[in-house]
């Protein structure tokens, strides 16, 4: 069973908005997310890419403070997903 079935399926979207907090509590003013879980672990690069997005969105527009967030991606891929949806938002 890949670890993110239905008992952790909110793990993602649980840890970025306590790395976040954890920022501001250190006066950071730039913080970097790895796309996380979506090699070894099988989570689903889509489904992984919009939580993060909009737990980051979210977490962002509830909380002043952060100038610059950074999504690391570890392929093509992932790096494909993150821009386009990240442009979408921009666009809507």
């Known amino acids: 069973m890949e670890w ?3 008992s952790r399926r909110g793990a ?3 840890i970025l908005p306590e790395y976040i907090q954890l920022a501001l509590q250190l006066n950071a003013r ?3 997310f790895p796309n996380i879980s979506t090699g070894i672990y099988r989570f689903p690069k889509e489904k992984a890419a919009d939580i993060a ?7 962002v527009q509830e909380h002043a403070g ?3 967030i950074i999504f690391v ?4 891929e ?5 821009s386009r949806k990240l442009q979408y938002m921009r666009r809507n």
């Open 4 to 6: 993110w079935r239905p």
């Open 12 to 14: 993602i979207g649980e």
């Open 30 to 32: 730039s913080i970097v």
């Open 53 to 59: 997005i909009q737990e980051v969105t979210r977490f």
């Open 66 to 68: 952060l100038n610059e």
């Open 73 to 76: 991606c570890f392929d093509a």
């Open 78 to 82: 992932n790096a494909q997903l993150y």
